[in-house]
């Protein structure tokens, strides 16, 4: 779903103006952004967390054999919530 079908879903569900939930949506990404910056998790009642995972340094090898070094990185890690996973496998 992109942004503007997501906005007008939250629109018709909530009976409010489209400008209003972009506005929010807008909103809950700025707050979401400087949650995981300030290394905090983020939870989203209904669908899971957001939180940050420390990637390790790792050797790999490219498809020609040359070994690269993977330097130590921070990743961002969705866990749904229980009550969307129970959803999806009822649906399976």
Request: glycine fraction near 6%; aromatic fraction near 2%; hydrophobic fraction near 45%.
């Amino acid at each position: 779903m992109k942004k503007k079908e997501l906005v007008s879903a939250l629109a018709e569900a909530s009976v409010t103006s489209k400008a209003t939930c972009e506005l929010v949506l807008d909103a809950l990404a700025a707050v979401g952004n400087t949650a995981l910056r300030q290394g905090k998790s983020l939870n989203l009642p209904g669908l899971g967390k957001l939180k940050l995972k420390q990637l390790a340094a790792r050797s790999i090898q490219t498809p020609q054999g040359v070994a690269v070094d993977v330097p130590v990185r921070t990743s961002v890690k969705f866990r749904p919530a229980k009550a969307l996973k129970n959803m999806l496998e009822d649906e399976a």
